[in-house]
């Protein structure tokens, strides 16, 4: 059960991402990457993240993507013209990055297959068999171990937000 | 104490206010200082001889450690003996003369306060030298009075041939130089040190050497300097160029003093000569070769002050045949003699040339002893004490000097007896076309010098007339530098002053009574009259085969290959190649974002790859 | 098919999405594509964060890849606003015709 639904996420998110990059149209990139992070959260609760999975629709998915596709009905991008891709490029292009990702993919099989662990639902427990990548974990370290870098990404985006503010102003 | 370094401080104190000040001060406040200083110097040298006593023993003074590395050291020590005594009596005395006389002669000149700075640093570099008491000390004086002979016979910045002869000088100067200095290296390493106490104390014991051996070397080297600063055969060349400096210069340097500096250093050393016989034979053939040499092309010349150049050289030689034939003293005597008349010989060259307002060629004086009587008279004296009559200065020290060449070997005296007529028939040569005859020259009115130039002359006349009777140098220094006992043959005496009097007759019959028979004679005698006229051509014999070589082989090995190619191209290769990488680093920037971005995955790739490597690699 | 997944799976999978995003980076030429293409190669490392968090049973992974989701969206919304100066200043979103640097 979890091997098909794996694979059937895994294909949308990389159909999605190689969606992305092919478009023209910056807003239909935008969709399919929406797309891809949808899968990526699925992904993640396979991985038994749960709180990851929600913060990711919620974050990524529902604050950023649609920051960006407002930031693309604003600027009225329109698609791409087309350009003379180099020759070289036309023919090499593609097969070379399959090429590539593949051999990049067989050389992590064969390391990593023998040393790493298969991921069931619900596998992610500690050894005391407490669930980890729920909120209560999740926050539990945040609010303890990891509370300086927590607060300091709070001024962080303090600051994000006073910069995006000062460089999108009207000109005076 | 003493207090023997006011001797050449006093000096060195008159050099450092009128060289920083002097510009601003008036010429009478210049002439004060410098003279005042050497003066002072003088009365301290009188003080301190007379508060020393009879000087048995040489009298030291240290005052600080100089060198000290390991086990060699070198104290900076003044030290008096007699021969030490003789040498400063002479410096100061004479110094102070000619000092008073340049008051006078350089009243018009510019460049005044500089003039008497360079003589007043000159004094104390002159009496460093001959107060050092080790040898280290000694080349510090001997190095110093090379450079104020430099600037002062350069004196004349705008005049070519005076950077000329002032650069011959030094350049020479330090051929005799590095002699010396060899000569130095050699004591340090066998002997250990430079004081000449210790040297001559450790040298004493040693066997007379019969053939080459370590003294013999040390010897030879050191009068190699000897030669370069005195003037010999080889190293002459520079002395008769020297003249295109004031003719204060030319009495105080290269008459009086720095030029006897060599004969001093060989009197000084004379334990090591006694115990090299091969090395005083050297000196005393290489003395009356220079004496012989440079006579004959004394009789030739035109430039009043270029014989009396000549004369130095020649008698130069008679101090070193001295030397070498062993009676040091008789050196010393001449020495003191030769100082007396020369610099009243120069300074009277100086007195004429100020009377003529600047002419030097004989050829266009004549019959100036009814114009200017007293330069005539004080000159007259040092005419006759040069030509060795008796009872004059010069008659004392020459016989002494040739009794003792004919001990040692006769023919060196006959070649000396007819040097000394050679000598006293150019001096009188020069005497007779000065002042006897008609006038050949432009000028109108030759007018008498005033009273502080002929002052200091009338002082050196009296010296050069009882100077030798009453000055007994050799009794003097007898507990220092032994005379031998040569015997008093009374017709060797008569024959060297017969000599004297036959040149001195030769040149009255060929310039007063005959004058149309030198003109007659160099036309008979031809080729060898242009020989010696031309000096033997020795200058251009150096010139063609050492100075042409070694200036073409600097231009083009030294200049243009190293200098402009390898360092120069080093130098701009370096920026050059900065540019070049400058340029390649340079595409870097395009402006393109794409190709920023490029190179930044670039780069962490490469990271990424050398983190992996470094944490172990891919199996 | 195993009833469970390899973790290597996973890992290809980020490593996989990882080299799209960063093709997009390079060769598109809209500069908020570029900059979409920045946010996918973050979610690709984000999934290998949490995978390794399940090899090793401990929490820390989600941690990190949460931060990395603030400061993304941080980044985010600081750089959407530098896009929009620059549109403002040069009326187009081409970031080859962004570059005034005479060469």
């Known amino acids: 059960m979890d091997a098909i639904l794996f694979l059937l996420f895994a294909a949308i998110a990389v159909a999605c991402g ?78 070379a990055l399959v090429g590539f990702l593949g051999l990049v993919s067989f050389l992590i099989q064969k390391e990593m297959l023998p040393r790493t662990d298969h991921v069931k639902f619900g596998g992610f427990v500690d050894k005391d068999g407490k669930a980890l990548g729920t909120a209560e974990a999740v926050g539990n370290a945040l609010f303890t171990q990891y509370l300086l870098p927590f607060e300091v990404t709070s001024i962080l985006i303090l600051i994000a937000i006073l910069g995006a503010v000062v460089l999108a102003r009207k000109e005076i | 104490m003493q207090h023997l370094w006011l001797i050449p ?19 009478l406040v210049v002439s004060i200082i410098a003279c005042a200083s050497v003066l002072a110097s003088f009365g301290w040298v009188l003080k301190t001889l007379a508060a020393l006593g009879p000087l048995e023993a040489a009298y030291v003074e240290s005052y600080f450690p ?30 102070s003369l000619i000092h008073i006389y340049a008051v006078g002669y350089m009243a018009h000149e510019g460049g005044y306060y500089r003039f008497f700075a360079y003589l007043n640093l000159f004094m104390f570099f002159m009496l460093i030298l001959v107060l050092g008491a080790n040898f280290l000390l000694m080349f510090v004086g001997w190095e110093g009075v090379g450079l104020c002979s430099y600037l002062l016979i350069g004196f004349y910045i705008l005049k070519k041939s005076a950077g000329d002869a002032a650069k011959k000088a030094f350049i020479v100067n330090r051929i005799g130089d590095f002699g010396f200095t060899l000569a130095m290296f050699l004591i340090v390493v066998n002997f250990g040190t430079l004081d000449f106490q210790r040297v001559f104390d450790a040298v004493r014991p040693m066997p007379i050497e019969q053939s080459a051996g370590l003294l013999t070397a040390v010897a030879l080297l050191l009068f190699v300097g000897a030669a370069g600063k005195s003037a010999q055969v080889p190293l002459y060349v520079w002395l008769p160029d020297a003249m295109e400096g004031p003719t204060p210069v030319s009495a105080l340097i290269h008459a009086a003093t720095m030029v006897t500096a060599g004969v001093y250093m060989v009197a000084r050393a004379a334990v090591i000569y006694q115990r090299a016989p091969v090395a005083m034979d050297v000196v005393a053939l290489i003395g009356l070769l220079t004496a012989v040499m440079a006579a004959t092309i004394g009789i030739t010349q035109n430039d009043i002050k270029r014989v009396f150049a000549y004369s130095t050289v020649s008698q130069l030689g008679y101090m070193f045949l001295a030397c070498g034939v062993g009676a040091f003293s008789a050196g010393i005597y001449h020495v003191v003699t030769h100082a007396f008349f020369k610099a009243l010989l120069f300074l009277g060259a100086g007195s004429v040339i100020h009377a003529l307002e600047g002419e030097q060629d004989l050829t266009r004086m004549g019959g100036l002893w009814k114009k200017i009587p007293i330069t005539f008279g004080v000159l007259a004296c040092a005419w006759v004490a040069i030509a060795g009559i008796p009872p004059f200065a010069g008659f004392y020290s020459k016989d002494e000097i040739l009794l003792a060449a004919h001990h040692h070997a006769p023919w060196m005296y006959w070649v000396g007896v007819i040097t000394a007529a050679i000598t006293s028939f150019y001096v009188s040569r020069a005497m007779f076309l000065c002042f006897f005859g008609s006038y050949r020259g432009h000028h109108d009115h030759p007018h008498e010098s005033p009273f502080v130039m002929w002052g200091p002359l009338a002082v ?13 140098v050799p009794h003097y220094l007898e507990t220092l530098l032994p005379m031998q006992n040569v015997g008093h043959d009374t017709t060797l005496v008569m024959i060297s002053v017969g000599a004297g009097f036959a040149g001195l007759g030769l040149a009255a019959l060929m310039y007063v009574v005959k004058p149309e028979l030198p ?43 190293m200098d402009a190619g390898l360092v120069d191209g080093a130098v701009n290769g370096v920026g050059t190649a900065a540019r070049s990488v400058g340029g390649v680093l ?3 920037q395009s402006g393109n974002i794409r190709s920023y971005a490029a190179w930044v995955t670039l780069g962490c790739v490469a990271v ?3 983190l992996g490597l470094a944490a172990g690699g891919v199996r | 098919m195993p009833a469970t997944v390899p973790l290597s799976w996973y890992l290809i999978l980020s490593a996989i999405l990882f080299g799209l995003g960063v093709a997009g980076f390079l060769f598109r030429r809209n500069i908020i594509t570029v900059f979409m293409s920045i946010e996918l190669m973050l979610n690709a490392v984000n999934l290998s964060f949490i995978a390794f968090s399940y090899q090793l049973k401990q929490v820390d992974g989600n941690i990190f890849a949460l931060f990395v989701m603030v400061v993304a969206a941080a980044e985010a919304a600081v750089g959407l606003a530098i896009i929009l100066t620059v549109f403002k200043n040069r009326a187009t979103l081409t970031i080859d015709e962004v570059s005034t640097l005479k060469n």
Not at chain 2, 544 to 552: E, H, N
Request: hydrophobic residues 60%; positive net charge.
């Open chain 2, 608 to 610: 990424l790859v050398a």
């Open chain 2, 586 to 588: 340079r595409l870097l």
């Open chain 1, 18 to 95: 190689i969606n992305l990059v092919v478009q023209t149209h910056p807003i239909s990139s935008a969709i399919s990457l929406i797309g891809v992070m949808g899968a990526l959260a699925v992904l993640y609760l396979l991985l038994g993240a749960e709180f990851m999975a929600a913060a990711q629709m919620i974050v990524y998915a529902g604050a950023i993507m649609v920051l960006f596709v407002f930031v693309i009905m604003l600027l009225n991008a329109g698609a791409e013209k087309k350009r003379n891709t180099a020759t070289f490029a036309k023919i090499f292009g593609v097969p």
């Open chain 2, 9 to 27: 401080a006093l000096p060195l104190a008159g050099f450092l206010i009128n060289g920083l000040l002097g510009k601003r001060l008036p010429n």
């Open chain 2, 66 to 95: 100089w060198i000290q590395s390991g086990t060699f050291q070198v104290g900076f020590d003044l030290s008096v003996d007699r021969l030490t005594a003789v040498m400063l009596l002479v410096v100061t005395g004479i110094g």
């Open chain 2, 460 to 472: 050196l006349a009296l010296l050069s007339l009882i100077g030798g009777w009453y000055f007994k």
């Open chain 2, 519 to 561: 003109g007659r004679l160099a036309g008979a005698l031809g080729g060898l009259y242009r020989l010696v006229y031309n000096k033997y051509l020795v200058d251009e014999l150096y010139n063609a085969v050492l100075v042409r070589p070694l200036v073409g082989g600097s231009r083009s090995l030294l200049w243009r290959v």
